[in-house]
């Protein structure tokens, strides 16, 4: 059987390989609208952060950032740029199912096209997730709907991979949701996200 983590780290690190910043260096879209829920001080997680750009706009933003993920290429430019931007994170090289899962440790977590990770796989993820959170903690979750298929514009190309609005309401059900919203719009993210895109947003607070 192979090994979950390799094969995560071995998948990354061959997409991260190229010169320059795969899905770009700014935020995504969808994190930059959520700001009202940056407060400066809180902690945040950032899963599976990849190149950075995500666990940085965070820290700019004068949050305590923890950022992970399997791809030590992704991590290291993820690094370069956090220098570059002249802010600190605690990056960690970890793969999202060995992940340790403090509880009550986080304010806010921003999972972001996180998308490859097998339905099987998904529940203990999420439960992670919530876990992880401080009572009245917010998590910011974004990523494809099934209809990201006929674009082709980014993510996997899986349809199981993709969440739906009923997914995510059954599964953060427990949760207070504030925004839970499916739609489509032209996006802009390096050359890994480019194009229109089929695209589901999730912001819910722990009760």
Avoid at 59 to 82: C, Y
Avoid at 98 to 115: G, L, N, R, S
Avoid at 160 to 179: P, S
């Amino acid at each position: 059987m192979d090994n979950p983590l390799h094969a995560a780290k071995d998948f990354w690190n061959e997409r991260y390989a190229a010169p320059g910043y795969r899905f770009g260096t700014e935020p995504a879209l969808f994190l930059q609208e959520q700001a009202s829920y940056l407060t400066q001080g809180a902690k945040a997680l950032a899963v599976a952060d990849g190149e950075g750009r995500n666990s940085v706009f965070l820290a700019e933003k004068g949050l305590s950032v923890t950022a992970m993920d399997a791809s030590d290429i992704g991590v290291e430019k993820a690094k370069a740029l956090a220098k570059e931007r002249d802010v600190t994170i605690d990056f960690r090289l970890a793969n999202l199912f060995d992940w340790q899962w403090e509880p009550e440790t986080y304010d806010v977590v921003a999972a972001i096209f996180f998308q490859f990770v097998p339905p099987h796989r998904r529940p203990a993820v999420f439960a992670g997730i919530k876990q992880t959170l401080k009572p009245g903690g917010i998590l910011l979750l974004h990523g494809y709907t099934p209809k990201q298929i006929e674009y082709g514009t980014g993510g996997p190309p899986d349809p199981e991979n993709m969440y739906t609005e009923e997914m995510l309401r059954e599964a953060f059900g427990d949760m207070e949701i504030l925004r839970l919203s499916a739609y489509e719009r032209e996006i802009e993210e390096g050359t890994g996200h480019k194009g229109m895109s089929a695209l589901i947003d999730l912001v819910a607070r722990k009760r």
